[in-house]
């Protein structure tokens, strides 16, 4: 029997190659519906291609250009038009692969609506977890991870009171042997040279200033339910190994292949099944050589110990810490800040900031606001000097 699935994000990295996974297995899914941005002529060749019942827009301009076009398909548009496709009865499975704070509400949407979530948003439990993953328990809905990460550490998990600790890997990063002088200096083009993956542009930043890394402990914690005390970050720069656990008796499972996401949103897709889809390459150990492996470094990349520290603090100082370090990372997109400044306007924000403990949903997002606004002021002030 076919999957009936919604992808939210198809025109972007993660939403184009869950489609390729996708025409590889079309015997096993059915596209109910899609949602992207202002990408629109990607949208619309993927209309024509998968022929979804439903489509989302960012905007109503957009979804008007599509309806002269489709008129005999459902168009929504913005945030409600996400929670419409979330809600609908028909789709077995959502891949929430947006980004940003948009994810969060169709997420909820789908788990109230017993929906299983294949996540690549890291924003819904970063900001929101405990209240995500309750209401996942109380739904009995399974959230699917699509992170080569917490793929890799969800595929090796087998028993939990078992688990002495789990071991996420970073590549390190383009910045791995710079010096902090070169990364005051670096530009734009250097810091989404990443060396092993190809990813968007806001989460190819924070690979560079390890922030990512951060937020991953964050989602690990929330996903598998593990102490932060419990949870190490390695640095492997051949990306062979994408995590592991640790046992009690001193075990330690890890999985390994090539970087490529294709395989675990395959995984999350098809799960509890494997089968054939898109043709990787085969990992080859004799090729491989060797497997490097490194503490952080914390003094060239404070971001991965901030978002530890704000993981822990708990309540909304995660939601300070994802917020104010996106509004960052896109003033440096847009070349109004340097590099190291992403780190500087995001300590400071968090370090002024007083969080709100068991938050609800409501005041997470008007916190998520509130913060956005001080650091875009402190980013105005900053270039102002």
């Given at each position: 029997m076919?999957?009936n699935?919604a992808?939210?994000g ?8 869950a489609?390729q996974?996708?025409d590889?297995?079309s ?5 109910v519906?899609?949602?992207?941005g202002?990408n629109?002529s990607?949208?619309?060749?993927q209309?024509k ?5 439903w489509v989302c ?6 979804a ?10 459902n ?14 009865k028909e ?6 692969a947006v980004?940003?704070k948009?994810g969060l509400?169709?997420?909820i ?7 299983d979530?294949a ?7 970063v ?14 809905v399974?959230?699917?991870p ?6 890799a ?5 087998s028993?939990r ?5 789990l071991?996420i890997?970073s590549?390190?990063g ?5 010096t902090?002088?070169e990364?005051?200096k670096a530009?734009?083009?250097?810091a989404l040279?990443?060396?092993r993956w ?8 924070d690979s560079?200033t390890l922030?990512n890394?951060?937020?991953e402990v ?5 996903l598998?339910?593990?102490s932060?005390?419990?949870?190490k970050v ?5 990306s062979?190994i994408?995590?592991?656990v640790?046992?009690?008796?001193g075990?330690?499972?890890?999985q390994?292949?090539?970087p490529?996401?294709?395989?675990p949103?395959q995984y999350?897709?098809?799960?509890p099944e494997r089968t054939r ?9 004799i ?6 492996f ?6 060239k990349?404070p971001?991965l110990?901030?978002?530890i520290k ?5 309540g909304t100082?995660?939601?300070c810490?994802?917020a104010?370090n996106?509004?960052?990372v896109?003033a ?8 190291l400044?992403i780190?500087?306007?995001t300590?400071s924000?968090?370090?002024?900031y007083k969080?709100i403990q068991?938050?609800?949903l409501?005041?997470?997002l008007?916190?998520d606001e509130l913060?956005?606004k001080i650091?875009q002021?402190k980013?105005n002030?900053?270039r102002?000097r």
């Amino acid at each position: 029997m076919k999957k009936n699935i919604a992808i939210l994000g198809s025109t972007g990295s993660i939403g184009t190659q869950a489609l390729q996974v996708i025409d590889k297995l079309s015997d096993k899914f059915n596209v109910v519906g899609l949602s992207a941005g202002n990408n629109i002529s990607l949208l619309t060749e993927q209309i024509k291609k998968y022929s979804p019942k439903w489509v989302c827009t960012a905007s109503k301009d957009f979804a008007m250009v599509l309806k002269k076009t489709f008129n005999n398909i459902n168009i929504v548009y913005g945030d409600e038009g996400l929670n419409e496709i979330a809600a609908l009865k028909e789709i077995n499975l959502l891949l929430v692969a947006v980004s940003g704070k948009i994810g969060l509400k169709p997420t909820i949407t789908a788990i109230k609506n017993k929906k299983d979530i294949a996540l690549a948003n890291k924003e819904t439990l970063v900001m929101a977890g405990d209240i995500v993953m309750k209401l996942a328990k109380e739904n009995n809905v399974k959230i699917l991870p699509v992170d080569s990460e917490h793929s890799a550490i969800f595929q090796c998990l087998s028993n939990r009171s078992e688990v002495n600790r789990l071991i996420i890997t970073s590549s390190g990063g383009p910045f791995r042997n710079s010096t902090i002088e070169e990364m005051e200096k670096a530009d734009l083009s250097e810091a989404l040279a990443h060396p092993r993956w190809k990813m968007g542009r806001k989460i190819t930043v924070d690979s560079a200033t390890l922030m990512n890394k951060g937020l991953e402990v964050i989602e690990a914690h929330h996903l598998f339910d593990i102490s932060y005390d419990d949870i190490k970050v390695v640095v492997h720069p051949q990306s062979y190994i994408h995590s592991a656990v640790e046992y009690v008796d001193g075990s330690i499972i890890a999985q390994i292949g090539i970087p490529s996401m294709h395989i675990p949103i395959q995984y999350a897709l098809t799960y509890p099944e494997r089968t054939r889809g898109v043709e990787t390459e085969s990992f080859d150990f004799i090729k491989a050589a060797k497997f490097e492996f490194y503490e952080p470094d914390l003094i060239k990349f404070p971001s991965l110990a901030l978002a530890i520290k704000a993981g822990k603090t708990k309540g909304t100082a995660t939601v300070c810490l994802n917020a104010a370090n996106e509004e960052a990372v896109f003033a440096f997109l847009e070349k109004k800040i340097n590099f190291l400044d992403i780190y500087k306007i995001t300590k400071s924000v968090y370090d002024n900031y007083k969080p709100i403990q068991n938050p609800s949903l409501e005041q997470i997002l008007s916190e998520d606001e509130l913060i956005r606004k001080i650091t875009q002021e402190k980013i105005n002030n900053m270039r102002q000097r």
